[in-house]
């Protein structure tokens, strides 16, 4: 059964143009991708808005050709930066940090808000926009992850709209327009995510031990940011799209299945009632996603080379290894806790927080590539364990909101409370790895 998270864009917005979007994440690679399709078709789209956190010369360098009259930068040092940057005689308003960034989600000036920005950093300008009634172009998986029941309740108080950006589930989207499933969502029987396998497909765990970051960083399909790349090599990105398909489209868990697609070609599949499956097929390139959310419902031209079956050859399709590959069980573990509670007792909180914390030990030298799903293991494990003790009878622990420490208990429809359970967690994986100095085995 299909129950989408919010409702459709209306009419007025449709027929705007141009369309003024808010662009959060520029200076990344769905930010650039969406400025090449802003560029294509200027007259359809006009920026409102930029936000580049630290890549502050290449925001510069946006800011001159668009002209928005709003960026956004992550400190005080990165404004300053960015205003010695900007050409005499343009003079925008510049927003600082996390509460910055909220308000360039809900500037009154733009009607579509972009939310690319990476992680869990990400939250609390997707819920100020959808706070404030935008079309979201989702392309950031962890705000769901971390408050999809939230952001479901503000989207049906408000009149918000999300569209899907990520690959994976805008291919689903589409699919899903197929048949009417507003009027028949009962005739969906699986969404099916498909996997590239990263570039360490068919790897044993033993191999993977001793993998180097350079070797995880070549990916062999898609362009993307190191966090995310990371995040496919150890299909960790496909256990948060899991959870991201569980909020978007309000089915069960044991109706969202992961193949290993290593050509890319199929983004994803919709399984219905008569046994068809409805596939999307295309290139691998993330502007293709990008302006089907951004010039909703029109179809334009993306730039991107059409895909030729022939010399594509074989499509091939398996199952994920959950042994050499946790991640993705460790992702179904959490989504099991969230369709029981909402907001999975912090349960997803703590499984994004470890694995962004893990990831970068990882990038930096630190830690292996096995000791990535330990430690995210170690913290959901720590996190249950200790919901269990304090809900034991006779415990004596307090119910204190400024206490990190008894997360367990506190609801997870308050942002302040899910950051400081995620600040909590990614202080204790990073103890845990100093702790170990492990490099690979998996002990972390």
């Known amino acids: 059964m299909i129950r989408y998270i919010s409702r459709m864009p209306d009419r007025a917005w449709e027929d705007a143009a141009p369309r003024t979007v808010a662009l959060l994440g520029s200076t990344g690679s769905?930010?650039?991708?969406?400025?090449?399709?802003?560029?294509?078709?200027?007259?359809?789209?006009?920026?409102?808005?930029?936000?580049?956190?630290?890549?502050?010369?290449?925001?510069?360098?946006?800011?001159?050709?668009?002209?928005?009259?709003?960026?956004?930068?992550?400190?005080?040092?990165?404004?300053?930066?960015?205003?010695?940057?900007?050409?005499?005689?343009?003079?925008?308003?510049?927003?600082?940090?996390?509460?910055?960034?909220?308000?360039?989600?809900?500037?009154?000036?733009?009607?579509?808000?972009?939310?690319?920005?990476?992680?869990?950093?990400?939250?609390?300008?997707?819920?100020?926009?959808?706070?404030?009634?935008?079309?979201?172009?989702?392309?950031?998986?962890?705000?769901?992850?971390?408050?999809?029941?939230?952001?479901?309740?503000?989207?049906?108080?408000?009149?918000?709209?999300?569209?899907?950006?990520?690959?994976?589930?805008?291919?689903?989207?589409?699919?899903?327009?197929?048949?009417?499933?507003?009027?028949?969502?009962?005739?969906?029987?699986?969404?099916?995510?498909?996997?590239?396998?990263?570039?360490?497909?068919?790897?044993?765990?033993?191999?993977?031990?001793?993998?180097?970051?350079?070797?995880?960083?070549?990916?062999?399909?898609?362009?993307?940011?190191?966090?995310?790349?990371?995040?496919?090599?150890?299909?960790?990105?496909?256990?948060?799209?899991?959870?991201?398909?569980?909020?978007?489209?309000?089915?069960?868990?044991?109706?969202?299945?992961?193949?290993?697609?290593?050509?890319?070609?199929?983004?994803?599949?919709?399984?219905?009632?008569?046994?068809?499956?409805?596939a999307h097929l295309g290139t691998p390139d993330m502007r293709i996603a990008i302006a089907y959310c951004m010039a909703w419902p029109r179809c334009v031209d993306t730039g991107v080379a059409p895909l030729d079956l022939v010399r594509a050859g074989n499509l091939t399709f398996e199952a994920p290894d959950l042994s050499s590959f946790p991640c993705l069980a460790l992702a179904r573990r959490v989504l099991a806790r969230e369709a029981r509670t909402p907001g999975g007792a912090g349960l997803p909180v703590v499984l994004n927080a470890a694995n962004e914390a893990a990831v970068e030990l990882f990038l930096h030298g630190h830690i292996g590539f096995m000791d990535i799903p330990a430690l995210i293991e170690r913290a959901l494990d720590a996190h249950e364990a200790k919901a269990t003790n304090t809900e034991a009878p006779g415990s004596t622990a307090t119910k204190n909101p400024d206490n990190a420490d008894n997360d367990s208990h506190m609801p997870m429809h308050d942002i302040d409370h899910i950051e400081a359970l995620d600040a909590a967690t990614r202080r204790r994986v990073c103890h845990w790895a100093d702790a170990a100095g492990t490099q690979g085995t998996g002990n972390a």
Request: aromatic share 4%; proline share 5%.
């Open 30 to 278: 769905i930010g650039t991708s969406a400025l090449k399709v802003v560029e294509a078709h200027p007259g359809l789209f006009r920026v409102a808005a930029l936000a580049g956190a630290r890549n502050v010369r290449l925001l510069a360098e946006q800011a001159t050709r668009h002209r928005p009259a709003h960026l956004g930068v992550l400190d005080e040092a990165g404004a300053a930066e960015l205003r010695a940057l900007l050409p005499a005689g343009y003079a925008p308003e510049i927003h600082v940090g996390p509460e910055g960034y909220a308000a360039l989600a809900a500037l009154p000036d733009a009607s579509t808000v972009l939310s690319a920005q990476v992680g869990a950093a990400g939250l609390r300008a997707t819920v100020a926009a959808a706070r404030a009634g935008k079309v979201i172009c989702l392309a950031n998986k962890e705000s769901l992850v971390l408050a999809g029941a939230l952001i479901r309740q503000i989207c049906a108080e408000t009149g918000a709209v999300v569209l899907p950006v990520d690959s994976e589930h805008n291919a689903v989207f589409q699919a899903l327009r197929v048949h009417d499933v507003t009027r028949a969502p009962h005739a969906v029987r699986r969404v099916i995510l498909t996997a590239s396998g990263g570039p360490f497909r068919g790897r044993d765990r033993a191999f993977l031990a001793s993998v180097t970051r350079e070797q995880a960083l070549n990916h062999p399909n898609w362009s993307m940011g190191a966090k995310i790349t990371i995040d496919s090599a150890t299909l960790m990105n496909k256990g948060l799209e899991v959870i991201e398909a569980y909020h978007l489209y309000g089915v069960a868990p044991d109706a969202i299945e992961v193949v290993v697609h290593p050509q890319s070609i199929v983004h994803s599949l919709v399984e219905y009632a008569d046994g068809s499956q409805i």
